[in-house]
């Protein structure tokens, strides 16, 4: 029972160090994104941004080999064995570097003629477009070969250093473009691309020295075990298929609704992936907390254990999502017209989509991590990839057919759906889930919550009138009912022990 309780102490503790982590960087982030465009200039900034896309457009494979990476080292924290500990760390250091150096030297030729060639660089501007180009591959590399370090941090559960560690990689970046304003002399672009080098190096350097010194599996000797290379190979490939079939959806989507309807749906897509992927980040931080000991109680054979993790987080997750995505969902018009000068038409359904589909897809990924966890990853990775295309090639048919692009929006959910009940099929095979009890457990309760934390909203957003007062009321009513119906979806006993915490905390201050 202590065991359990330090276990959900530290869920918890982590998970708060994430957020402050997440909203920090969204801060910096956001008024960084303002700042490097005053700085650099428009020109300089779209020859950078253009550059650096070729290299970027494969940053997937940094998600796919950390997720990995975490997965084999969290079972052998799990096993409690220092060996398999440190050959596993080694294999997922000769994996990252070889990865590195084959994409360094691939990109290298790709880069020759992407910029000889395809691209439209400016004149007098080519030496620097080779030049920051060059940098930019370095600097991916060097961030690439971060992961293995990372991914241990994460594994042992040291959630505050890596949420220090992400903090000071935004407000260096921040710096940066300070410096370069104390340098005018000096080639933006240029200056720009070494210090981000210089970053990302400086992280590494302290990635390494951490995890050397805290972890007894880390080192930087390399190791080639043929049978866990293997194992880990075969796991990357599937996962990273996993990734590319969301890649493939996403831009598919973006071409498909180019040739249809031209620039404008992809900017008004643009700007609701945007405020989506605000929203779903917070689950993503959520998810990361738990991840670690769903494998680790998965490696202890402790599979009831393991099921009401997963069912605990993903009803959190459930309730994140609903708390920012109901206020969201109602009001986007409100927030669109705020944040933007010129909105988009199709901006306001495009987000509602966007955030119905995460709404169901903080459902599936507790469910997904868990089969992630058992390694299985083949089939669902599989149907992840025929799902996304099948759903994509049914979108264009809809629209060479003349039918209306409203009809196109519920289908964009459908593959989250179909995901979501393979996954719960592959916990039943693979973790013996019951499914009557997950429904009681995870569908009643959240079925519930989402009913009453609606309900009152929405008949507001009938029958009231619009206008800026009204939507910061309707934000506030929002914000409210979704307490109290999260509070009720609590269970008393959950409730209980959060009112408790919050008492401890207070008597504390």
Not at 51 to 67: D, P
Not at 82 to 94: I, M
Request: a positive charge; proline letters at 2%.
């Amino acid at each position: 029972m202590s065991n359990i309780v330090s276990d959900n102490k530290r869920i918890a503790r982590n998970t708060i160090m994430l957020y402050i982590r997440l909203l920090v960087m969204m801060t910096v982030t956001f008024y960084t994104s303002r700042v490097v465009l005053q700085v650099l200039g428009v020109s300089d900034f779209g020859l950078y941004n253009v550059i650096c896309g070729a290299v970027t457009l494969f940053a997937f494979v940094n998600g796919s080999m950390s997720g990995c990476t975490q997965r084999f080292l969290s079972i052998a924290i799990g096993k409690n064995d220092s060996s398999l500990s440190k050959k596993t760390f080694g294999v997922a250091l000769t994996l990252h570097t070889g990865i590195a150096i084959f994409f360094f030297i691939v990109m290298e030729i790709i880069g020759f003629f992407l910029i000889g060639y395809v691209l439209n660089i400016p004149e007098g501007r080519y030496d620097t477009s080779y030049f920051i180009y060059h940098i930019s591959l370095l600097t991916f590399c060097v961030n690439f070969l971060c992961v293995p370090f990372e991914a241990a941090i994460i594994a042992h559960e040291r959630m505050d250093f890596y949420a220090y560690l992400s903090i000071f990689d935004v407000l260096a970046k921040l710096g940066i473009l300070y410096l370069l304003r104390l340098f005018p002399s000096i080639d933006s672009l240029r200056l720009y691309s070494i210090l981000l080098l210089l970053v990302a190096s400086s992280l590494w350097t302290i990635y390494v020295i951490y995890s050397c010194r805290k972890f007894e599996m880390c080192s930087l000797r390399f190791s080639t075990e043929k049978e866990l290379l293997k194992e880990m190979t075969s796991y990357t490939f599937w996962n990273t298929l996993g990734h590319v079939s969301y890649i493939i959806s996403t831009q598919g989507y973006n071409i498909i609704f180019n040739i249809f309807f031209g620039t404008t749906i992809n900017a008004a897509r643009g700007i609701a992936v945007q405020v989506s992927g605000a929203v779903s980040k917070f689950t993503q931080n959520f998810q990361l907390a738990f991840f670690p000991q769903i494998v680790k109680l998965y490696t202890m054979d402790e599979r009831e254990k393991m099921l009401n993790l997963v069912m605990n987080a993903t009803i959190f997750s459930f309730y994140l999502v609903l708390f920012f995505g109901i206020p969201l969902f109602l009001c986007i018009d409100f927030v669109l017209d705020i944040w933007l000068t010129e909105v988009p038409e199709y901006t306001s359904l495009f987000v509602k989509v966007l955030l119905v589909q995460i709404l169901i897809s903080s459902l599936d990924v507790s469910a997904d991590r868990a089969v992630v966890a058992t390694g299985r990853v083949k089939s669902m990775n599989l149907l992840n990839t025929c799902n996304q295309i099948f759903f994509l090639v049914v979108s264009y048919i809809i629209l060479k057919m003349g039918i209306d692009i409203m009809i196109v929006m519920p289908i964009m959910i459908l593959p989250t759906v179909v995901l979501y009940a393979y996954t719960l099929f592959l916990l039943k095979r693979y973790l013996q889930l019951d499914i009557l009890l997950y429904c009681k457990r995870v569908f009643v309760p959240c079925v519930k919550v989402l009913i009453l934390s609606s309900a009152l909203p929405i008949f507001c957003n009938i029958f009231f009138p619009r206008g800026v007062l009204y939507s910061l009321i309707m934000i506030g009513i929002c914000v409210i009912t979704t307490i109290i119906s999260i509070l009720y979806g609590l269970g008393s006993e959950m409730r209980e022990k959060l009112f408790a915490v919050i008492k401890n905390k207070i008597r504390l201050s």
